[in-house]
Protein backbone atom coordinates (compact mmCIF):
# COMPACT_ATOMS: atom_id res chain seq x y z
CA UNK A 1 0.00 0.00 0.00
CA UNK A 2 1.77 3.50 -0.93
CA UNK A 3 1.23 6.46 1.02
CA UNK A 4 -1.11 8.16 -1.51
CA UNK A 5 -3.54 5.52 -0.04
CA UNK A 6 -3.55 6.69 3.19
CA UNK A 7 -2.35 10.30 3.71
CA UNK A 8 -4.27 13.36 2.13
CA UNK A 9 -2.94 14.74 -1.12
CA UNK A 10 -2.14 18.03 1.08
CA UNK A 11 1.23 18.47 -1.41
CA UNK A 12 -0.06 17.43 -4.75
CA UNK A 13 0.02 20.91 -6.04
CA UNK A 14 2.72 22.51 -4.18
CA UNK A 15 5.79 24.29 -6.28
CA UNK A 16 8.54 22.12 -6.04
CA UNK A 17 12.47 23.55 -6.10
CA UNK A 18 14.56 20.91 -4.91
CA UNK A 19 17.75 21.91 -2.67
CA UNK A 20 21.30 20.65 -3.60
CA UNK A 21 21.26 17.43 -0.64
CA UNK A 22 24.27 15.21 0.25
CA UNK A 23 23.55 11.97 2.68
CA UNK A 24 26.49 12.79 5.29
CA UNK A 25 25.34 9.99 7.82
CA UNK A 26 23.04 6.50 8.03
CA UNK A 27 22.18 4.86 10.77
CA UNK A 28 20.61 1.05 10.34
CA UNK A 29 16.70 0.11 9.32
CA UNK A 30 14.20 1.01 12.18
CA UNK A 31 16.31 3.70 13.91
CA UNK A 32 14.15 6.27 14.79
CA UNK A 33 16.04 9.54 14.76
CA UNK A 34 13.81 12.23 16.35
CA UNK A 35 15.35 15.49 16.68
CA UNK A 36 18.67 17.20 16.85
CA UNK A 37 20.68 20.20 17.80
CA UNK A 38 24.09 21.34 16.63
CA UNK A 39 27.08 22.92 18.14
CA UNK A 40 29.44 25.66 16.97
CA UNK A 41 31.55 23.67 15.95
CA UNK A 42 29.61 21.54 13.45
CA UNK A 43 29.28 18.62 15.96
CA UNK A 44 25.85 17.36 15.10
CA UNK A 45 23.92 15.44 18.17
CA UNK A 46 20.94 13.51 17.31
CA UNK A 47 18.19 11.47 19.76
CA UNK A 48 18.06 8.00 18.86
CA UNK A 49 14.48 7.81 20.38
CA UNK A 50 13.66 4.32 21.09
CA UNK A 51 16.63 3.21 22.46
CA UNK A 52 17.76 6.47 24.50
CA UNK A 53 20.70 7.20 22.75
CA UNK A 54 22.33 10.95 21.96
CA UNK A 55 24.55 10.29 18.92
CA UNK A 56 27.49 13.09 18.48
CA UNK A 57 28.35 13.05 14.40
CA UNK A 58 31.26 15.21 13.64
CA UNK A 59 31.55 17.18 10.63
CA UNK A 60 32.97 14.66 8.63
CA UNK A 61 30.20 11.59 9.19
CA UNK A 62 31.67 9.76 12.44
CA UNK A 63 29.61 8.51 14.55
CA UNK A 64 29.53 8.30 18.36
CA UNK A 65 27.34 7.39 21.36
CA UNK A 66 27.18 10.55 23.31
CA UNK A 67 25.09 9.88 26.01
CA UNK A 68 22.85 7.40 27.22
CA UNK A 69 19.38 8.01 28.79
CA UNK A 70 17.33 5.23 30.58
CA UNK A 71 14.18 5.24 28.74
CA UNK A 72 13.22 7.05 25.30
CA UNK A 73 14.79 10.51 24.47
CA UNK A 74 12.64 12.86 22.19
CA UNK A 75 13.58 16.52 21.89
CA UNK A 76 16.83 18.30 22.30
CA UNK A 77 18.22 22.16 22.92
CA UNK A 78 21.27 23.32 24.31
CA UNK A 79 22.38 24.81 27.57
CA UNK A 80 23.93 28.17 28.08
CA UNK A 81 27.57 25.82 29.51
CA UNK A 82 26.84 23.75 25.82
CA UNK A 83 25.42 20.91 27.79
CA UNK A 84 21.94 19.20 26.39
CA UNK A 85 18.97 19.62 27.61
CA UNK A 86 16.50 16.84 26.27
CA UNK A 87 13.42 15.69 26.67
CA UNK A 88 11.91 11.97 27.13
CA UNK A 89 10.43 8.88 29.50
CA UNK A 90 12.43 7.41 32.16
CA UNK A 91 12.59 3.44 32.08
CA UNK A 92 9.46 3.91 34.47
CA UNK A 93 7.87 5.44 31.43
CA UNK A 94 7.10 9.18 33.34
CA UNK A 95 7.79 12.27 31.06
CA UNK A 96 11.33 14.19 32.40
CA UNK A 97 13.80 16.87 31.22
CA UNK A 98 17.46 15.58 31.40
CA UNK A 99 20.71 17.55 31.98
CA UNK A 100 23.64 15.87 29.70
CA UNK A 101 27.11 17.45 30.50
CA UNK A 102 29.81 17.59 27.74
CA UNK A 103 31.38 14.32 29.02
CA UNK A 104 27.57 12.44 27.89
CA UNK A 105 27.01 12.39 32.02
CA UNK A 106 22.83 12.19 32.33
CA UNK A 107 21.24 13.89 35.00
CA UNK A 108 17.52 13.54 35.19
CA UNK A 109 16.32 17.39 35.91
CA UNK A 110 12.53 17.11 36.46
CA UNK A 111 10.21 14.54 36.18
CA UNK A 112 6.86 15.26 35.27
CA UNK A 113 4.24 12.98 35.67
CA UNK A 114 1.24 15.32 35.13
CA UNK A 115 2.95 15.57 31.23
CA UNK A 116 2.30 12.97 28.96
CA UNK A 117 4.37 13.04 25.75
CA UNK A 118 7.25 15.85 25.89
CA UNK A 119 8.53 15.86 22.12
CA UNK A 120 9.87 19.32 20.59
CA UNK A 121 12.24 21.55 23.10
CA UNK A 122 12.91 25.49 22.41
CA UNK A 123 15.40 27.89 24.46
CA UNK A 124 13.24 30.89 25.73
CA UNK A 125 16.54 32.80 27.81
CA UNK A 126 19.36 31.77 29.09
CA UNK A 127 17.96 29.12 31.51
CA UNK A 128 14.16 28.88 30.52
CA UNK A 129 12.81 26.79 27.67
CA UNK A 130 9.33 25.64 26.19
CA UNK A 131 8.45 22.17 25.67
CA UNK A 132 5.38 20.60 23.71
CA UNK A 133 3.28 18.24 25.34
CA UNK A 134 1.85 16.31 22.19
CA UNK A 135 -0.51 14.51 24.30
CA UNK A 136 -1.87 16.83 26.61
CA UNK A 137 -2.55 19.56 24.17
CA UNK A 138 -0.02 21.85 26.12
CA UNK A 139 3.14 23.49 26.18
CA UNK A 140 5.61 23.54 29.16
CA UNK A 141 8.30 26.41 30.69
CA UNK A 142 10.71 24.39 32.08
CA UNK A 143 13.76 26.52 34.05
CA UNK A 144 16.42 24.66 34.05
CA UNK A 145 18.18 26.88 36.85
CA UNK A 146 15.03 26.68 39.55
CA UNK A 147 14.75 23.84 38.62
CA UNK A 148 10.76 23.83 37.98
CA UNK A 149 8.51 23.07 35.20
CA UNK A 150 5.06 24.96 34.80
CA UNK A 151 2.22 24.71 32.07
CA UNK A 152 3.28 28.13 30.05
CA UNK A 153 -0.24 27.30 27.57
CA UNK A 154 -2.83 24.62 27.39
CA UNK A 155 -4.92 24.91 24.48
CA UNK A 156 -7.43 23.51 22.33
CA UNK A 157 -5.44 23.98 19.34
CA UNK A 158 -2.22 22.60 20.50
CA UNK A 159 -4.36 18.95 21.19
CA UNK A 160 -5.52 16.17 19.58
CA UNK A 161 -8.79 16.54 17.70
CA UNK A 162 -9.11 12.25 19.28
CA UNK A 163 -7.61 10.93 21.96
CA UNK A 164 -7.31 7.91 20.09
CA UNK A 165 -5.23 9.11 17.38
CA UNK A 166 -1.51 8.37 18.51
CA UNK A 167 0.02 10.86 15.78
CA UNK A 168 1.18 13.87 18.27
CA UNK A 169 -0.57 17.10 18.51
CA UNK A 170 2.17 20.44 19.44
CA UNK A 171 5.08 18.59 17.81
CA UNK A 172 7.68 20.88 17.20
CA UNK A 173 7.81 24.54 18.45
CA UNK A 174 10.47 27.52 17.61
CA UNK A 175 10.59 31.39 18.19
CA UNK A 176 10.59 34.27 15.45
CA UNK A 177 10.33 37.57 16.35
CA UNK A 178 7.41 37.91 19.05
CA UNK A 179 5.99 34.67 17.73
CA UNK A 180 6.23 31.16 18.84
CA UNK A 181 5.42 28.85 16.01
CA UNK A 182 4.29 25.06 17.01
CA UNK A 183 3.37 22.23 14.76
CA UNK A 184 0.00 20.75 15.31
CA UNK A 185 0.89 17.19 13.31
CA UNK A 186 -2.40 15.43 14.13
CA UNK A 187 -4.29 18.57 13.56
CA UNK A 188 -1.93 19.44 10.00
CA UNK A 189 -1.56 22.82 11.56
CA UNK A 190 1.15 25.33 11.91
CA UNK A 191 0.22 27.81 14.78
CA UNK A 192 1.33 31.22 16.12
CA UNK A 193 1.62 32.02 19.39
CA UNK A 194 2.03 35.94 20.16
CA UNK A 195 5.05 36.24 23.11
CA UNK A 196 4.75 39.45 25.28
CA UNK A 197 7.71 41.24 26.82
CA UNK A 198 7.17 39.30 29.96
CA UNK A 199 7.07 35.75 27.50
CA UNK A 200 3.92 35.13 27.91
CA UNK A 201 1.43 33.43 25.54
CA UNK A 202 -0.99 35.27 23.41
CA UNK A 203 -3.86 33.80 21.74
CA UNK A 204 -2.84 30.94 19.15
CA UNK A 205 -3.98 31.61 15.92
CA UNK A 206 -3.60 29.17 12.64
CA UNK A 207 -0.61 30.23 10.30
CA UNK A 208 -0.77 27.95 7.68
CA UNK A 209 -3.81 25.08 7.61
CA UNK A 210 -3.16 21.57 5.80
CA UNK A 211 0.32 21.16 6.07
CA UNK A 212 2.17 17.63 7.57
CA UNK A 213 4.73 19.52 10.22
CA UNK A 214 7.23 17.58 12.55
CA UNK A 215 9.89 19.86 13.89
CA UNK A 216 11.27 22.79 11.94
CA UNK A 217 13.54 25.67 11.61
CA UNK A 218 13.65 29.16 10.65
CA UNK A 219 16.28 31.36 8.57
CA UNK A 220 17.05 34.93 9.04
CA UNK A 221 14.12 36.27 6.86
CA UNK A 222 11.09 34.33 8.87
CA UNK A 223 11.51 31.44 6.17
CA UNK A 224 10.30 27.96 8.03
CA UNK A 225 12.31 24.69 7.57
CA UNK A 226 9.88 21.81 7.88
CA UNK A 227 10.15 18.00 8.27
CA UNK A 228 7.12 16.41 6.88
CA UNK A 229 7.90 13.40 8.58
CA UNK A 230 5.06 10.65 6.61
CA UNK A 231 5.24 12.91 3.42
CA UNK A 232 8.75 12.00 3.05
CA UNK A 233 9.76 15.73 2.56
CA UNK A 234 11.05 18.93 3.81
CA UNK A 235 9.45 22.19 2.60
CA UNK A 236 10.42 25.54 2.87
CA UNK A 237 6.80 27.89 4.08
CA UNK A 238 7.53 31.31 3.37
CA UNK A 239 6.50 34.15 5.82
CA UNK A 240 3.44 35.09 3.12
CA UNK A 241 2.09 31.65 3.70
CA UNK A 242 3.41 30.10 0.76
CA UNK A 243 4.35 26.46 0.47
CA UNK A 244 7.67 25.10 -1.65
CA UNK A 245 9.15 21.18 -1.74
CA UNK A 246 12.84 21.79 -1.20
CA UNK A 247 13.54 17.46 -0.86
CA UNK A 248 12.15 14.52 -1.24
CA UNK A 249 12.33 10.71 -0.58
CA UNK A 250 15.28 10.56 -3.92
CA UNK A 251 17.01 12.95 -1.22
CA UNK A 252 17.15 10.50 1.75
CA UNK A 253 14.54 11.93 3.27
CA UNK A 254 12.37 9.11 4.25
CA UNK A 255 10.41 9.65 7.56
CA UNK A 256 11.77 13.14 8.34
CA UNK A 257 11.62 14.44 11.96
CA UNK A 258 13.26 17.83 12.51
CA UNK A 259 15.55 20.36 11.16
CA UNK A 260 18.33 22.45 12.41
CA UNK A 261 20.85 25.32 11.08
CA UNK A 262 24.48 24.53 10.05
CA UNK A 263 26.54 26.88 12.45
CA UNK A 264 30.15 26.64 10.63
CA UNK A 265 31.21 29.05 8.48
CA UNK A 266 31.42 26.61 5.75
CA UNK A 267 27.77 25.39 6.43
CA UNK A 268 25.72 28.16 7.81
CA UNK A 269 22.93 28.54 5.21
CA UNK A 270 22.65 24.63 5.12
CA UNK A 271 20.46 22.79 7.11
CA UNK A 272 20.15 19.54 8.55
CA UNK A 273 17.69 17.00 8.63
CA UNK A 274 17.25 13.82 10.91
CA UNK A 275 14.92 10.76 9.61
CA UNK A 276 13.79 7.45 10.77
CA UNK A 277 13.35 5.78 7.47
CA UNK A 278 9.92 5.49 7.21
CA UNK A 279 9.52 3.74 10.42
CA UNK A 280 6.03 5.54 11.10
CA UNK A 281 4.46 4.70 7.78
CA UNK A 282 6.82 2.93 5.65
CA UNK A 283 6.94 3.54 1.80
CA UNK A 284 6.17 1.01 -0.58
CA UNK A 285 10.00 -0.28 -0.63
CA UNK A 286 9.56 -0.91 2.98
CA UNK A 287 11.47 0.99 5.92
CA UNK A 288 14.98 2.39 4.43
CA UNK A 289 17.90 3.22 7.03
CA UNK A 290 18.03 6.35 8.82
CA UNK A 291 19.72 9.12 7.74
CA UNK A 292 21.22 13.01 8.42
CA UNK A 293 21.06 15.11 5.74
CA UNK A 294 22.37 18.25 4.54
CA UNK A 295 20.69 20.55 2.18
CA UNK A 296 21.65 24.00 0.72
CA UNK A 297 19.37 26.80 1.27
CA UNK A 298 21.16 29.48 0.66
CA UNK A 299 20.25 31.69 3.79
CA UNK A 300 21.86 31.62 7.26
CA UNK A 301 19.14 30.28 10.29
CA UNK A 302 17.81 32.61 12.84
CA UNK A 303 19.54 32.31 16.24
CA UNK A 304 17.63 29.98 18.44
CA UNK A 305 18.12 32.46 21.12
Known amino acids: MGNSAVLPPIYVDTTIELAPAKVIASFPVNTFLENLAIAPDG ?7 EVGKIVRISPDGNQQIHATVEGKVSGLAFAANAGLVATGWNADSIPVISLVANDGTVETLL ?8 NGIT ?16 IWLIDIAQPRASIWLEHPMLAR ?5 ITPAANGLKRFGDFLYVSNTEKMLLLRIPIDTAARPGEPEIFVEQTNIDDFAFDVEGN ?15 SDRST ?9 VIGSTAVAFGQTQSDRTAIYVVTNGGMFLPPPTGVVPANV ?12 A
Not at 123 to 138: E, K, M, V
Not at 161 to 165: A, L, V
Open 244 to 252: TIIAQAEAG
Open 161 to 165: SNSEN
Open 123 to 138: PLSDTQYLTADSYRGA
Open 293 to 304: VRLEVGKPGYPL
Open 224 to 238: LYGATHTYNSVVRIA
Open 43 to 49: TIFVTNH
Open 111 to 118: KLPDAIFL
